[in-house]
């Protein structure tokens, strides 16, 4: 295997034995698989639209759906992985029998490979991974289009899990795709990464349009740290339909839903957080889900990516559940929607029943909800604060967290940033400083948390709302710093739409991501003023003079 797709690949160059997410070597051949044929579907779909056969939506909807199974820590279940093999290359024969006699010549072999023998799939899986592109700079801008539709694929998932969609969206990801089997020139490819980032803000504003039409805007909220007294269920990851239809099929039950993680802006949304039996937000990020989940003693659903291995010394693999494309061995898969209905989150709610109450960690409330409808409302606030000197910088802090001790970086960035500063955040980087107290300016809080990572597009909004505000003519003009923590593909896909947006100056960190290249990073570096996060209080200086 080779795999360097997120923040914690082994020796910051790529993981060859065994994945530091825990997947092992079989799992890694087949997410490559699946990677490959998808490629396959690109390019056939993209030949299929220029002979007048237009079946580009639909592939956009297969590959976005095969795709998202390949995110760190979504699927670890081989025998899904190997189903997902299976549809993706049913799909493909469908595309291949319509192009018939026009195919063209020299089309990529990942559009005509296919096999039914499942020891086929992991001997061509040992040939089509990674490092089968051998130029090092080609390999690398070609993994950054994959990575960013990978995060593209995740965020439109969503959006057309209730109901929203664009043929403009899925036609740029089949482009994106199908440009990585292409020997384009160096010049042709950045303009790809540049596409795929501007597909990528146009599937965030689509993901964000779908949430607050479904949900209604988020607003300010205070969330319960504690417990009650009732057995619950705790719901991890991104997806807010499934915590929609079990909060429905749990009302009444006598059971306390409980957020964790990145399902914390659940409790910003007015469709949701007007359930009595939405407890409150249970523990911390991602990583610390082995002992959250133990603690909890309750069921534990896993609706998308942040799973991590359950160690032998935990109890809770017999109450954990996934759902969507989150996969686990062992774990019992809650299977989708079909013709319209709702998932049947029964077996979740039965082993809910059978367990004690959870035990309380924590005490005391958070306040969260500031995507960008709720931070206009507070627009004159916080112009006027501006205006005069009580805000000095806003620091847009948003991201992931994980587990490398350097982390500590964006705990010790938030608590030494001057108390004149307001740090604007969404995804689970928040974790390392949202329980800090770090007061406010004038009622306004010093920690402006947008939601999830998928809420990210909120925070573009927000930086383009105020640079109108100031009659400035870019985003680059405001008092308005980058310091992003990034893990995996989601992330890659909010950086590129940043880029993409045309921000400079944003630091990336703990460590740079192991895919850009040297060559390609000195281009990052010219064109956008990309860099490294580095000493706490130098970046602090920095970032404060405007650098």
Not at 86 to 100: A, D, M, N, R, V
Not at 324 to 337: E, F
């Amino acid at each position: 295997m080779f795999c360097f797709q997120c923040q914690e690949t082994a020796r910051g160059t790529g993981c060859t034995v065994r994945g530091v997410c825990g997947k092992e070597e079989i799992t890694a051949n087949l997410q490559d698989l699946i990677i490959f044929h998808c490629k396959g579907i690109a390019v056939l779909a993209k030949t299929g639209k220029a002979v007048g056969i237009d079946r580009i939506e639909k592939a956009g909807q297969v590959i976005t759906h095969a795709l998202f199974t390949t995110i760190t820590n979504a699927n670890f279940d081989n025998e899904a992985l190997v189903a997902c093999v299976k549809f993706i290359q049913s799909f493909k024969q469908g595309l291949l029998s319509s192009l018939g006699s026009q195919l063209p010549e020299g089309i990529h072999d990942s559009a005509l490979y296919l096999s039914d023998d499942e020891a086929g799939f992991d001997e061509k899986a040992k040939t089509v991974g990674i490092l089968a592109t051998e130029n090092e700079d080609v390999r690398s801008l070609r993994e950054t289009v994959v990575f960013g539709c990978k995060g593209i694929s995740a965020y439109a998932h969503h959006a057309a899990m209730l109901g929203f969609e664009k043929k403009q969206i899925y036609d740029q990801l089949v482009e994106s795709m199908a440009s990585v089997t292409e020997d384009l020139s160096v010049d042709d490819m950045v303009a790809m990464v540049m596409k795929t980032g501007e597909n990528a803000v146009a599937t965030m504003a689509l993901l964000d349009e779908a949430n607050t039409t479904t949900y209604g805007h988020p607003e300010l909220s205070e969330v319960n740290l504690g417990v009650g007294t009732n057995p619950g269920i705790l719901v991890s990851g991104h997806d807010l339909r499934d915590l929609k239809e079990l909060l429905i099929q749990t009302e009444g039950q006598g059971i306390d839903v409980y957020t964790h993680s990145e399902m914390l802006p659940a409790h910003y949304y007015p469709e949701l957080k007007k359930y009595a039996h939405l407890k409150g937000n249970y523990g911390s990020s991602w990583w610390h889900q082995n002992k959250d989940f133990e603690s909890f003693k309750g069921a534990v659903l896993m609706t998308t990516n942040c799973v991590i291995p359950v160690r032998k010394n935990n109890t809770y693999a017999d109450r954990l559940f996934t759902t969507g494309a989150a996969g686990y061995p062992g774990a019992v898969h809650i299977a989708d929607r079909h013709d319209g209905t709702a998932k049947d989150f029964s077996a979740v709610i039965a082993k809910a029943k059978q367990c004690p109450p959870p035990e309380e960690i924590e005490t005391g409330t958070i306040v969260g909800g500031f995507a960008h409808n709720q931070v206009m409302a507070l627009a004159d606030k916080v112009i006027e604060a501006v205006k005069s000197g009580a805000i000095k910088r806003f620091i847009v802090m948003g991201g992931c967290d994980g587990r490398m001790k350097d982390r500590s970086y964006f705990t010790d960035v938030a608590e030494q940033l001057p108390r004149d500063t307001v740090i604007l955040t969404a995804g689970c980087a928040k974790y390392r400083y949202n329980k800090l107290d770090l007061g406010d300016i004038g009622g306004i809080p010093r920690v402006l948390d947008a939601g999830q990572c998928n809420d990210c597009y909120s925070l573009a909004v927000i930086a383009m709302k105020l640079r109108d505000a100031f009659g400035l003519s870019h985003i680059n003009e405001l008092p308005l710093s980058f310091d992003i923590g990034w893990y995996e593909q989601k992330a890659v896909a909010v950086l590129l739409a940043l880029l993409s947006l045309g921000v400079k100056g944003i630091r990336l960190g703990p460590t740079l991501p192991a895919f850009i290249s040297p060559t390609v990073l000195n281009v990052l570096v010219e064109k956008f003023d990309i860099k490294p996060t580095g000493e706490v209080e130098a970046d602090i200086a920095a970032m404060m003079a405007g650098n």
